[in-house]
T-cell receptor
């Protein structure tokens, strides 16, 4: 069935370093992928998205890479800051209304 | 309009009681979604509205759950005869139907604890 998963449940990085959060998906029909950030006590917050006809998209300090051959998605955060500490979810959408979320990776930023 | 608003933020109820949650989406968004999130997991889809029409319900949504969006604006999610397994964060999100952007705006959720 459809599934979106993550390679690592937790990631710890030093402040100022770059962070890479990975995600694997299994539905080859998915054509839209989204990264969300969730801080404690809050709902998920949209970070960046990418369509299946792209392999890279950049935002402010964030980059999403999509490798459709191996069904792999990654989120890169440049110069990680304490405010980046949160749980990060990758999510996929097959062009309809339902977005499927993975289990999440918790990012710890050490000062 | 400051985003998606959910009320209450927290609800503690005894097993067997009924509870109702409210979601006020972003006013120009005509799509509204309910998700459930348990500790350490990603949000799980429950149901979806486009305007006032409920277009899909997840298998997770048992007969004890009902959602409405009577005028295509706010929505309510009711759980009847609550069980301890219903304890979770209930998240509401909204989005625009137009265009190809399927990114959602989530509310802060209602945390339900069934004792």
């Amino acid at each position: 069935g459809e599934s979106v998963g993550l390679h690592l449940p937790t990631l710890s990085v030093q402040e100022g370093d770059n962070s890479i959060i990975n995600c694997a998906y299994s539905n080859s029909a998915s054509d839209y992928f989204i990264w969300y950030k969730q801080e404690s006590g809050k709902g998920p917050q949209f970070i960046i998205d990418i369509r299946s006809n792209m392999d890279k998209r950049q935002g402010q300090r964030v980059t999403v890479l999509l490798n459709k051959t191996v069904k792999h998605l990654s989120l890169q955060i440049a110069a990680t800051q304490p405010g980046d500490s949160a749980v990060y979810f990758c999510a996929e959408n097959t062009g309809g209304f339902k977005t499927i979320f993975g289990a999440g990776t918790r990012l710890f930023v050490k000062a | 309009d400051t985003g998606v608003s959910q009320n209450p933020r927290h609800k503690i109820t005894k097993r067997g009681q009924n509870v109702t949650f409210r979601c006020d989406p972003i006013s120009e968004h005509n799509r509204l979604y309910w998700y459930r999130q348990t500790l350490g997991q990603g949000p799980e889809f429950l149901t979806y509205f486009q305007n006032e029409a409920q277009l899909e319900k997840s298998r997770l949504l048992s007969d004890r759950f009902s959602a409405e969006r009577p005028k295509g604006s706010f929505s309510t999610l009711e759980i009847q005869r609550t069980e301890q397994g219903d304890s979770a964060m209930y998240l509401c999100a909204s989005s625009l139907a137009e265009g190809q952007d399927y990114g959602y705006t989530f509310g802060s959720g209602t945390r339900l604890t069934v004792v």
